[in-house]
């Protein structure tokens, strides 16, 4: 009793003093619960993933060395590093109903893109946005939330303005699950399935623009060698008709090759086939079963992708058909600015010898540091 009458006390400190708040929200990490209709719920915690990677490696160095440290790190490395730490936050952070903890959903995020722009120079940030959503037991009014301990102090948002500080390792203050719910308008099955399929196209099209950049440049270099349209939709249709092939087969795990062989792949497709283009000035005829092949290695990755940010079992198919729709309209977003970018060289006698050829050059080593990092 006396421990929690001290945890309330530091805690409305902070809330009630500005400036001891914003001393203390620089090292928490921010949490915000939204309740929603028959007891679902979202949360989304943005972390200080070095502060969370050096309570994993129980590490005292200074920021600076762990950012070194970490740059270091293949990218098999990183990831490897940052999916344990994501399974110990799935791990320890739960709901404690009637004194019972309840398993918070899955967080999706922490990816190597997110650390690396962190990791980068000039970055204005420090935390990465990790996202759950599920639901909770029906026959419940009070819940709690504990955090894993490797996050350090959270606060806590619910719904909307009402915030308390959970301290690293304890509960929160009980919140009224029922209560909340009466200020929430309640959402149609409609409406759900519309914001579902909306957030699915969202995530595939920024897997393509902006952080898709393998896949970007392999795009281009398929756009490269196009003299006419036809030629252009050829290619496309193959490599798209390849990934959607895949990135199903993955998701329903028919097929389920690990990164660390995919990965490598995928950059060594870039550089064929922008090698590829600094040879031949047109379209042969083993390029589009090359353009498959790579193609279906392509829809692997993405299936990485789509089972990190996972799938609502209610909306399985919807969500892979949207997420793919994304992912099209990522990669037509590239072909209309490369088109865009080309139009007024395109038609000159000087285009391959200045435009084509350079920017291959530069894809396939690109590509083929790519696979180095990747492979070793």
């Known amino acids: 009793m006396i421990t929690r009458l001290l945890q309330t006390t530091f805690a409305l400190l902070l809330l009630l003093s500005p400036a001891l708040v914003n001393a203390h929200t620089n090292e928490a990490n921010q949490a915000e619960l ?31 060395d762990l950012i070194n440290h970490l740059q270091n790190l293949s990218l098999i490395e990183t990831k490897q590093l940052l999916s344990k ?37 000039d970055s204005p940030t420090k935390t990465i946005k990790l996202f759950s959503q599920g639901q909770l037991p029906q026959k419940n009014n009070n819940a709690a939330l504990v955090f894993s301990p490797i996050l350090g102090d959270v606060l806590l948002t619910v719904s909307h303005s009402e915030k308390s500080l959970v301290l690293s390792g304890q509960n929160s203050h009980n919140f009224s699950i029922d209560d909340i719910n009466g200020g929430i308008r309640e959402l149609s099955i409609a409406e759900i399935k519309l914001l579902n399929i909306v957030e699915y196209i969202y995530q595939g099209f920024v897997h393509i623009l902006p952080q898709g950049l393998d896949h970007i440049l392999f795009v281009i270099a398929l756009f490269l060698l196009a003299t006419k349209t036809s030629t252009l939709l050829w290619q496309v249709s193959a490599f798209t008709l390849a990934h959607t092939i895949t990135l199903a087969l993955g998701i329903f795990g028919i097929i389920n090759l690990p990164s660390s062989i995919v ?19 047109k379209l042969t005829k083993w390029r589009l079963p090359i353009i498959f092949a790579f193609g279906l290695l392509h829809g692997l990755g993405f299936a990485a992708v789509l089972v990190e940010l996972g799938l609502p079992k209610s909306e399985y198919v919807s969500s892979l058909i949207s997420f793919n729709i994304g992912v099209e309209f990522g990669q037509i977003t590239v072909i209309a600015l490369a088109l865009l970018a080309t139009r007024w060289f395109a038609k000159k006698p000087q285009y391959r010898q200045y435009v084509v050829i350079p920017l291959s050059a530069l894809i396939a080593v690109i590509a083929i540091y790519w696979f180095v990092e990747r492979a070793f």
């Open 34 to 64: 939204k309740l929603l209709v028959e007891h679902n719920y979202q949360l989304s915690i943005d972390i200080d993933v070095l502060h969370a990677i050096k309570n994993y490696q129980k590490s005292s160095v200074d920021e600076a």
């Open 85 to 121: 730490i994501l399974q110990i936050i799935n791990q320890q952070s739960t709901f404690i109903i009637d004194e019972k903890s309840v398993l918070i959903a899955p967080f999706s995020g922490l990816t190597v893109f997110e650390l690396k722009a962190i990791l980068a120079a």
């Open 263 to 281: 990965e490598p792949l995928i950059a060594l497709s870039i550089a064929y086939v922008a090698i590829e283009n600094i040879f031949y000035h």
